[in-house]
């Protein structure tokens, strides 16, 4: 049993942007979140569903990581391959490289199921990370789910469509109602509570009560919780190469430090490390040595000490 359960979708993805470069075959998807629990524990298990090809894709970084397949059903014909069109904007729409017909049947999204988690989880999984959509089915499980994982952090990250769609706000606001913890960014907060700025999105998320990361993109993040925001600045470790997955990084990394009672400053400054590394490359980081978890964790530990300095 792992103690920490990251739910979503197993993607490959070719990137094309604005100024007509574009990179092929990287991994994608829900693997960005565990990308960012991994550096501070390997004690993390993925439950996606993917094709009997995943592990000619994804069985080197598994296995190069110390991670586990077997929260993985082989239930599809293939594994999810999507494009993701970027715009000058740095936001980009997404289509499958197979056609509408198998996005449709497959994913990329409802991949997460209420059984995968009642399955693997216990009473020691402390934390469950979801990239599910309000209305999913997946949610209908939540009750069975608290069950089966009674001592565990249930946290979402919001989907963005869900934001600007006037019915699904407000199942969007009953869902965060019924779990612990969520993430979402500034433009998905200013669209959500009809804010105007980052000022106003913070004052909302307050007003709300529930925790929540706070992604603000090259600005940094901020953790939300007991009433305060508490900020801490972005990390560039190395040269920026792609931001693609950071969000979902940053994320993963938030409910590991929530998880484990940090002080919110230092979630926050754990989280912005794990996505400063993960830019470094397309792509997720290829391969966490014990090197590199150490040299990550004395980074966070340092950005949260200096970060607390100059309050």
Known sequence: ??????????????????????????????????????????????LSAAGPDFDSIFGDYFRKNGLSEEGIDLCFP?????????????????????????????????????????????????????????????????????????????????????????????????????IDIYSLNRPEAMALFGTNNEEESIEAIIKLGKPCFFRLGKKGSAMIQDGKAWFAPSVESGTSVDSTGCGNCSTGASLYGYCEGFHPLKT??????????????????????????????????????KTQEEM
């Open 1 to 46: 049993m792992s103690r920490y359960l990251v739910t979503g979708s197993v993607i490959v993805n070719d990137m094309r942007y604005p100024d007509g470069s574009e990179v092929k075959g990287f991994l994608g998807g829900s693997i960005y979140t565990v990308n960012g629990i991994l550096p501070y524990t390997d004690d993390v298990l993925f």
């Open 78 to 178: 293939k594994t999810h391959y999507t494009v993701l069109e970027y715009s000058e904007s740095g936001e980009w729409v997404e289509h499958s490289i197979y056609g509408e017909e198998f996005e449709k049947l497959y994913g990329p999204y409802p991949l997460a199921k209420a059984e995968y988690v009642i399955r693997h989880g216990g009473e020691d999984v402390k934390g469950i990370y979801f990239e599910s959509g309000a209305t999913e089915e997946v949610w209908n499980g939540l009750p069975e789910m608290r069950k089966a994982c009674p001592n565990a952090v249930f946290m979402a990250e919001i989907a963005t469509s869900e934001t600007k769609d006037p019915v699904l706000k407000e199942k969007v606001l009953e869902l965060i109602d019924k």
């Open 268 to 305: 926050a400054c754990y989280a912005n490390v794990a996505a400063g590394v993960n830019a470094r490359q397309y792509g997720p980081f290829p391969e966490y040595t014990l090197e590199v978890k150490a040299w990550m964790k004395d980074q966070a530990e340092r950005l949260y000490k």
